[in-house]
T-cell receptor
Framework: AQSVTQPDIHITVSEGASLELRCNYSYGATPYLFWYVQSPGQGLQLLLKYFSGDTLVQGIKGFEAEFKRSQSSFNLRKPSVHWSDAAEYFCAVGGSGNTGKLIFGQGTTLQVKP | NAGVTQTPKFRILKIGQSMTLQCAQDMNHNYMYWYRQDPGMGLKLIYYSVGAGITDKGEVPNGYNVSRSTTEDFPLRLELAAPSQTSVYFC???????????????FGPGTRLTVL
């Protein structure tokens, strides 16, 4: 069965520091991978997605993610964090079949220190 | 374009009451989804629909019902509310679920439901 694991429930970084959020997935075929961000009291917004091709994908707000098939990982990175990046981040994998269903990880809460 | 809208934003129910959470999208998306979000649990799929008149169960459908009479609307019904249904509910839509064009899901702002 497909699954997504985000090992870090809560991460705190200083403003201006680099960030890496981890995501590991379990999926039998080529995965379709997504990162979403949820600001407090808001819905989810897509940061970036990977379907195929270049394993380093660029997203909005200066985020990028790298797909590593050998490690079953799709980690999210940002070189310099801004206070406005404080939010909850979700990794998701596309399910099988033509339904568009997504399976979400548990989420990682990012706190940014001034 | 309003995107995906949800009403109400907040609601408190008593045990055993029923209610309908409304969801509408104006993007002509054929795929729609209902999720619930509980702290530390991520999002769990309740029901989804691949087009008007077609719905199917997700991961956690018990206690809920849906209908899809139009492309735009996808209401979620709670018949006998229970404390375990206290959660934040998100509706989402996407243009297509086809494997070759796995499209982004657009999310509504959510409904925060408390059952006491």
């Amino acid at each position: 069965a497909q699954s997504v694991t985000q090992p870090d429930i809560h991460i705190t970084v200083s403003e201006g520091a680099s960030l890496e959020l981890r995501c590991n997935y379990s999926y039998g075929a080529t995965p379709y991978l997504f990162w979403y961000v949820q600001s407090p009291g808001q819905g989810l917004q897509l940061l970036l997605k990977y379907f195929s091709g270049d394993t380093l994908v660029q997203g909005i707000k200066g985020f990028e993610a790298e797909f590593k098939r050998s490690q079953s990982s799709f980690n999210l990175r940002k070189p310099s964090v801004h206070w406005s990046d404080a939010a909850e981040y979700f990794c998701a994998v596309g399910g099988s079949g033509n339904t568009g269903k997504l399976i979400f990880g548990q989420g990682t809460t990012l706190q940014v220190k001034p | 374009n309003a995107g995906v809208t949800q009403t109400p934003k907040f609601r408190i129910l008593k045990i055993g009451q029923s209610m309908t959470l409304q969801c509408a999208q104006d993007m002509n998306h054929n795929y729609m989804y209902w999720y619930r979000q509980d702290p530390g649990m991520g999002l769990k799929l309740i029901y989804y629909s691949v087009g008007a008149g077609i719905t199917d169960k997700g991961e956690v459908p018990n206690g809920y019902n849906v209908s899809r009479s139009t492309t735009e609307d996808f209401p979620l019904r709670l018949e006998l509310a229970a404390p375990s249904q206290t959660s934040v509910y998100f509706c989402a839509s996407s243009y297509s679920g086809r494997i070759l064009s796995y499209n982004e899901q657009f999310f509504g702002p959510g409904t925060r439901l408390t059952v006491l």
